[in-house]
């Protein structure tokens, strides 16, 4: 793992040469959907895109009205399905993507069809994984008797080479001694069929409340993840004066579990060395850095997007200003580049770089060697509600945004105000 320079100084600031939003994921012909799409993932390369749709026209034998989760070719605009049976059959229950594999080859989703593996019940939530290239769809999400899911499983993560799959579950079979009535981490690794539990103290000992959203490095030894359980690793000191304010209390710490040495500990520590709050996390390819987004103790102040690296024990402030102010409006995570060179975000801040607009809505970059940033793209005001709550990914190379928007905003002669993909790769 090669360690980054150290920036010092007021960073650089640049607004990119603008790159061109291009809609993605269309049906044939090059016709609109006919419903909603969001984007969900992109592979490594930036090759391929996963989106759930509602649409109906994305492929020829339409789907089923529970929508679909699709990958789409970003090169020669090819649809497949990936939220499908044996013999090619629909999901007779809703699905929604998780994540793909670095080649495209592997895609894993959540869904509580009946009718995608033999033996599932309908109305649960599952974690699947489908082979692309051989059309074959596993169950992810069992117990060691392969008995049909008691309790929904959701969120799950791939690595690079599809070896492992993380997610999280309420079921209480996947590994022996889970008594803790509560949703855990777990990952899968596929080479072996083995389950391990993520959402563990240093010591072992299980957690006592819920974890959700986890993410995994490229090799499968690490894992972060958000826990009700504060207790699971020694917290970070409070700075003076600060504490968790009543609003904030639905949101908890990014906690960082190794699956080699067994070792857990917090990874949302501000630069001040408390323990932050976060909305998300992701862990960058090689496991050394943390990157989420970190809410302030007062319920008002914007959230910031940080990175934190694990093995100095050094955190960075991503969403500032030239001058090292921080965003004046909230900031939210996207990704981090494989390299660790890059970190994406957007933001509503109007002085992260000169000629910002109050109430836009933009994407962002940040040069973690440089400490330049970026503006990619911004949405005006009146679009970038939508923009917020679609989500966005970004590829392993850092060069290809896959993000949702009004695309009556973005493109010219554009009229569809329904939520659709769009891809931009910063300077072209």
């Known amino acids: 793992m090669t360690a980054l320079p150290a920036v010092t100084g007021a960073a650089p600031a640049v607004a990119a040469a603008p790159g061109t939003a291009r809609q993605v994921c269309l049906a044939p012909g090059g ?202 690793a020694a917290a970070a000191p409070a700075s003076p004066g600060r504490r968790l304010a009543p609003q904030r209390a639905r949101f908890y710490p990014l906690f960082l579990h190794d699956l080699r040495t067994g070792r857990t500990a917090v990874a949302s520590v501000e630069p001040d060395g408390s323990t932050a709050a976060v909305t998300a996390g992701v862990l960058s390819a090689d496991g050394r850095y943390a990157a989420f987004t970190s809410l302030d103790d007062d319920f008002l102040a914007p959230s910031q997007v940080m990175v934190r690296d694990l093995d100095r024990g050094t955190t960075t402030v991503v969403s500032t200003a030239p001058d090292g102010t921080q965003g004046d409006q909230s900031s939210y995570l996207i990704g981090i580049s494989a390299d660790d060179r890059w970190v994406y975000f957007s933001s509503n801040a109007d002085n992260l770089l000169p000629g910002g607009a109050a109430q836009d809505f933009g994407y962002y970059r940040r040069d973690l060697r440089t400490g330049r940033t970026e503006r990619l793209l911004r949405i005006p005001g009146a679009q970038n509600t939508l923009a917020q709550n679609l989500g966005a990914a970004v590829d392993a190379r850092g060069t290809t945004l896959l993000f949702g928007a009004d695309g009556s905003g973005l493109l010219p002669g554009d009229t569809d105000t329904t939520p659709q993909a769009f891809t931009l790769r910063p300077g072209s």
Not at 85 to 105: E, L, N
Not at 122 to 134: E, P
Not at 146 to 163: A, F, K, M
């Open 31 to 232: 016709a609109q959907p006919d419903q909603a799409s969001q984007p969900v993932a992109i592979s490594a390369d930036g090759h391929y895109a996963l989106v759930d749709s509602l649409a109906d026209n994305l492929l020829p034998q339409g789907n089923n009205g529970n929508g679909g989760v699709f990958v789409c070719d970003l090169r020669d605009g090819r649809l497949r399905r990936a939220d499908l049976g044996p013999a090619g059959v629909q999901p007779d229950g809703y699905s929604y993507g998780g994540g793909i594999s670095a080649d495209g080859r592997y895609v894993v989703f959540t869904s509580a069809a009946g009718s995608l593996v033999p033996g599932t019940t309908k109305g649960v939530d599952n974690i699947y994984l489908r082979d692309l290239r051989t059309g074959r769809t596993e169950l992810v999400s069992v117990g060691g008797r392969r008995l049909p899911q008691v309790g929904d499983s959701g969120q799950p993560g791939i690595s690079p080479d599809g070896r492992y799959v993380v997610f999280q579950s309420n079921r209480a079979d996947l590994v022996p001694g889970d008594t803790n009535s509560a949703g855990d981490i777990f990952v899968l690794d596929r080479r072996t069929g083995r389950t391990v539990r993520a959402s563990v103290g240093g010591d072992g000992g299980q957690a006592t409340a819920s974890s959700v959203s986890p993410a995994i490095s490229a090799d499968g030894s690490r894992v972060v993840f958000i826990s009700k359980d504060t207790d699971l």
